[in-house]
């Protein structure tokens, strides 16, 4: 029998319509549209205003819309995998949410939190359902609803994050298209430049956490810029080595969209051109766990069957990572 590979089979995004841009961002806080275009490539991002709407509700959206292009009934799926560190609640898991949502009855679910890395994560978490040959159809959501976390005082971080959400639908090939590799890492080490102080169990909120604004993304931007340079660029070309895929060999790079001079310099390790490099950072921000997801559903298009892509991220913990994916269908 061949060898079960998990495959990508559908692709879809949700990004709310309410646009925040670098003009607007001049009147909340001392930052200009110059600096914010020239330091990270952003020019604006989409942010969930509707009061009473969370990431589920984006989910919905992007994964009703999955499900369309696809075919298939919720009830067809066996797995849903939400990558996120907004979920609605505490707990239970966004996933068991979103299957409710939309009437996915016969799958079971769960969140995976790995920030920025979340999405990588859980592609390859499913992947291992699908080659298991115990599931069929796993569902992997990514996606974050930022600004829920986001000090717009802080002009260290609200000029980077957005909103959105996107899905992947993974299934079983046997004809050798899908995820071939992957090099996942983790170092905890990571994480006092990056994270959210207050909230979880280390420091339960109090009115003390709320007015010293301990609930919100803290970012030492420097220091976590210096690790990711290195370590997403480094990674990348690691799994091509790995691979023995050549520069030319490599069709696209879906990488993280943190920071474009980021993306430039893997790309630049890996040494493929910018024709190459996938960007929507400049619509959307950095959208977390949604990054990777969104870039798959708004370039699905330039997709052909048995190209070559490498994904790849790094992230709060700290998390990175690469996966590569010989692509799986012609849209
Ligand atoms: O997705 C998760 C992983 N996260 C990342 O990968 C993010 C990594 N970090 C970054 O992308 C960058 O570090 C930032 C975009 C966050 C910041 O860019 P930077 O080039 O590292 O700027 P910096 O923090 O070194 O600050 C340079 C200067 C400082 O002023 P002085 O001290 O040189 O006078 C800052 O105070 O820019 C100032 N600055 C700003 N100026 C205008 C910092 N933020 C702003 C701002 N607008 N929003």
Redesign the pocket.
């Known amino acids: 029998m061949s060898k079960i590979t998990a495959a990508i089979t559908c692709v879809n995004g949700y990004v709310p319509e309410t646009v925040l841009t670098n003009k607007e961002l001049e009147q909340m806080?001392?930052?200009?549209d110059e600096?914010?275009r020239s330091?990270?490539g952003i020019v604006e991002r989409r942010i969930q205003k509707e009061t009473g709407k969370a990431t589920s509700d984006m989910a919905v959206e992007a994964v009703k819309g999955l499900l369309e292009k696809r075919g298939l009934g919720a009830d067809e799926l066996d797995v849903v995998i939400f990558s996120t560190i907004t979920g609605d609640l505490i707990f239970p898991a966004t996933a068991n949410i979103l299957c409710d949502k939309i009437g996915a009855v016969n799958a079971w679910g769960f969140d995976l939190a790995a920030?920025?890395s979340g999405f990588l994560f859980g592609l390859e978490t499913g992947a291992n359902f699908i080659e298991s040959g115990h599931y069929k159809k796993v569902l992997v959501v990514g996606g974050d609803k930022m600004s829920s976390i986001i000090d717009y005082t802080d002009?260290?971080?609200c000029?980077?994050f957005g909103d959105g959400v996107g899905a992947v639908l993974l299934e079983p090939n046997t004809e050798g298209f899908g995820i071939m590799d992957r090099i996942l890492k983790t170092d905890g080490s990571g994480r006092e430049f990056?994270h959210q102080k207050a909230g979880g169990s280390l420091m339960p909120p109090t009115h003390e956490t709320v007015e010293k604004r301990m609930h919100f993304v803290y970012?030492e931007?420097?220091t976590?810029?210096k690790f990711?340079v290195i370590n997403m660029a480094e990674v990348s070309h690691q799994i091509m080595l790995r691979n023995g895929l050549t520069s030319d060999d490599v069709d696209w790079l879906v990488a993280?969209q943190?920071?474009k001079?980021?993306i430039d310099a893997t790309a630049e390790r890996m040494g493929i051109g910018s024709e190459k490099v996938l960007i929507n950072i400049d619509r959307y921000g950095?959208t977390?766990n949604g990054t990777l997801p969104l870039l798959l559903w708004d370039f699905e298009k330039k997709f052909k069957k048995g190209d070559d892509l490498i994904l790849s991220t790094?992230?709060?913990g700290f998390t990175w990572g690469a996966i590569y994916i010989k692509w799986a269908y012609n849209s």
């Open positions: 806080v001392d930052t200009n600096w914010i330091r990270t920030a920025c002009r260290n971080t000029i980077i990056l970012q931007g420097k976590v810029y990711a993280h943190a920071n001079r980021i950095n977390t790094f992230g709060g």
